[in-house]
């Protein structure tokens, strides 16, 4: 699978995502794009899925007809993250194209 990390999506949950290929937004050059033209951008690269930490993505981009999956972690902080890490990678794997999925994390 192809995975994009958005700006606030910790880098450490990259080693975890292995074998997938995890890119993140400074990397291709797309730190200053909105999340409309950052989503555009990634589609049309071929990512099968962003994974972000604005939890208002849903209210401000219209989300329907994407063809690549958002994932949303409802905590930016590693140390929570890496807690729960298992169960977010169980998440963002199950993912399928054009599907939207919050995960919550305590």
């Known amino acids: 699978m192809k995975l994009l990390f958005d700006q ?3 880098m ?3 080693r975890f995502l292995h ?3 995890v890119d993140t937004a400074g990397e291709q050059g797309w730190s200053v794009l909105e999340n409309g033209n950052l989503i555009a951008a990634a589609e049309a690269a071929g990512y099968d899925a962003m994974i972000t930490t604005d939890q208002n993505l849903k209210y401000q981009q219209n989300l329907k007809g994407k063809t690549m999956a958002i994932v ?3 905590k930016a902080s590693w140390p929570r993250i890496r807690k729960a890490v298992d169960h977010v990678v169980s998440e963002i794997e199950s993912i ?5 999925k919050e995960i919550t994390i305590d």
């Open 12 to 14: 450490p949950l990259r």
């Open 8 to 10: 606030g999506t910790p």
């Open 72 to 74: 949303v972690l409802k």
């Open 96 to 100: 399928k194209r054009g599907e939207y």
């Open 19 to 21: 074998p997938h290929e």
